[in-house]
């Protein structure tokens, strides 16, 4: 059963910066890769994708944020099956304040931020970004 778990949200002043973590476990590594990805949900708005990284390095990200956010993940051994993802968010404004959410996709490579293509998600964690 894959899980995945965010943590590193909270409240931070506009300006501010906040790493998001997820750690992933419960999953088999294949030679299709695994893909991970950040997305967020602001009250009233739909869920967006932001940021993806798959396990051989690749990453991409959605336009309106590229410049203040960088992703990456972090496997610890293949054999272990965990692995983290983590998303670092700089310069950050009040319209960032969302619920962030982790999601999974397993063997594969393609670096996806359609919601629909993402079997696993984490619970989320809250961001606020006050003025």
């Known amino acids: 059963q894959v899980q995945l778990v965010e943590s590193g949200g909270g409240s931070v002043q506009a300006g501010g910066s906040l790493r998001l973590s997820c750690a992933a476990s419960?999953?088999?590594?294949?030679?299709?890769?695994?893909?991970m990805a950040w997305f967020r949900q602001a009250p009233g708005k739909e869920r967006e994708g932001i940021a993806v990284?798959?396990?051989?390095?690749?990453?991409?990200?959605?336009?309106?944020v590229k410049d203040r956010i960088t992703v990456s993940m972090d496997i610890p051994s293949m054999d272990n099956a965990k692995s983290t993802l983590y998303l670092q968010m700089d310069s950050l404004k009040p319209e960032d304040t969302a619920i962030y959410y982790c999601?999974?996709?397993?063997?594969?490579?393609?670096?996806?931020?359609?919601?629909?293509?993402?079997?696993?998600w984490g619970q989320g964690t809250q961001v606020t970004v006050s003025s």
């Open positions: 999601a999974a996709i397993l063997y594969t490579d393609r670096l996806t931020l359609q919601q629909i293509d993402f079997v696993y």
């Open positions: 419960g999953f088999t590594y294949s030679k299709y890769g695994m893909v």
């Open positions: 990284s798959n396990s051989y390095g690749g990453t991409n990200y959605a336009d309106s």
